[in-house]
């Protein structure tokens, strides 16, 4: 069986790790026009921050040791094209230029996503940077040492996790996004209220609801960010306005949603069953509303990779669906979502009722304890559980997850108020706070 996996981060490694474990006579060949593998672009704000200091603590793989595996590993090869009907792919050595042509069993598009780039006038100025990849990151912080002023375009993740890094750096720090809310895919307004309110008191400038309109530079460096509203000195420009699945390669091929995300079914498989995908350049199943969803998170990747090993010869361990479960912190701050927001929900015309609620995280006879701020959205009529948010100094970001399986696995917010959480007074209070939430809901 020869296997050609395109692509090797989260989701190519781990396909590529477990096809040769589970199947050791496979001829597997990577294809990664990188210079690196596994690279936890989750840990890129960690490591512009200072907190990371060694780099090589985000790599988990290297080319050499899938190697020793028995994979054939071709770095800094990119592929030029895909022919799902011949099984023949074209790459190209990014070092030689040579091109050669290659044939396979079963294809695993592990490419990923690419970092969306509007076009913008002055966009091509200097120090306007992504912040994607290892060599970007290396980039960012080169550029950083000689930067005075910041600004951040996209209150994402990975945005307000700059954002955070530049200022403890000492730097003047501008976000910008379009939306009149930070993190408003992941959060509801009293959350996010919370953290705008502590990102104004450390000095930080929120330029929300806001469109960047131009850049303009100077001696071919960028100076000033024109928005719809405003302008904003800089000499260092982020650009994290979302991602865009990398799928070009089989396009017309196999089914994909309008994005461009391709479509997988519970064993990872396309539309075409010898081509399998996996990780941030496909849809998977979103529990919440049952439908594809595109949804890049490294922790979707790496089950999704896994999956493609187990199933690639035969059909074997069907992929649960995702929640879409995050966690983040930010400053003093400890929080995490999963599923819909009541947003959301409301967006994707569902009929939802929340729930939310404040308790300290402990008794309140113990030296100390912090506000929990917890949110259920559930539907009216089932009462299923389709989303919850959690914010706290103290870090209870945990019980997100346990709300995630919740979701996985249809329980309702009534069930909730009865399931069997221990009780510890330097941990929590008789009544865990996921079920006063539950027995709130049903009052």
Request: hydrophobic share 40%; charged share 20%; glycine share 8%.
């Amino acid at each position: 069986m020869k296997v050609a996996v395109v692509g090797c981060t989260h989701a190519g490694t781990a396909a590529v790790s477990n096809i040769a474990n589970l199947y050791p006579e496979a001829e597997v060949t990577v294809y990664e026009r990188n210079d690196n593998v596994s690279f936890l672009s989750c840990g890129i704000a960690l490591y512009v921050g200072g907190v990371v200091k060694d780099p090589k603590g985000l790599f988990y793989s290297s080319p050499e040791q899938l190697e020793n595996m028995g994979v054939t590993m071709k770095m800094k090869h990119e592929v030029l094209s895909i022919d799902t009907e011949q099984k023949t792919i074209t790459v190209r050595n990014l070092e030689t230029g040579e091109q050669l042509e290659d044939n396979f069993d079963k294809l695993v598009m592990a490419t990923g996503s690419w970092p969306v780039v509007p076009p913008i006038e002055g966009i091509e100025l200097d120090n306007i940077l992504l912040s994607k990849n290892y060599n970007q990151a290396n980039t960012i912080i080169e550029r950083a040492k000689n930067a005075k002023k910041v600004t951040v375009i996209g209150a994402g993740y990975i945005g307000v996790e700059l954002v955070e890094a530049f200022q403890k750096y000492g730097k003047e720090v501008t976000l910008i996004d379009g939306e009149d809310r930070i993190l408003s895919k992941y959060l509801d307004p009293e959350f996010t209220d919370i953290i705008e309110e502590d990102f104004k008191t450390r000095g930080i400038n929120l330029a929300l609801n806001e469109t960047v309109t131009r850049f303009e530079g100077y001696d071919g460096n960028v100076t000033k960010v024109y928005t719809n509203k405003g302008e904003y000195e800089s000499d260092l420009v982020i650009l994290c306005v979302g991602f865009r699945p990398n799928t070009e390669l089989v396009k017309g091929q196999v089914d994909m949603l309008d994005n461009g995300a391709i479509i997988v079914d519970e064993y990872m498989r396309t539309s075409n069953k010898d081509i399998f995908a996996a990780g941030d350049s496909c849809a998977i199943k979103y529990n919440p509303t049952g439908e594809h969803a595109y949804i890049p998170l490294a922790t979707n990747a790496v089950r999704m990779g896994t999956l493609v090993g187990r199933n690639i010869v035969k059909p074997t361990i069907k992929y649960m669906g995702t929640q879409g479960t995050s966690g983040l912190h930010l400053f003093d701050l400890s929080m995490a979502s999963t599923g819909l927001t009541e947003k959301a929900a409301l967006r994707a015309g569902m009929n939802v009722k929340t729930i939310t609620i404040e308790e300290n995280n402990r008794p309140e006879f113990m030296p100390d304890y912090e506000v929990i701020t917890l949110k259920v959205v559930y539907e009216e009529g089932s009462r299923r559980i389709v989303g919850a948010q959690v914010i706290s100094k103290a870090d209870v970001t945990q019980s997100v997850n346990t709300l995630s399986v919740c979701i996985q696995n249809n329980m309702t917010v009534d069930e909730l108020g009865f399931v069997d959480f221990f009780f510890q007074p330097h941990f929590n209070k008789p009544w865990n706070f996921l079920n006063q939430a539950g027995l709130q809901a049903a009052q």
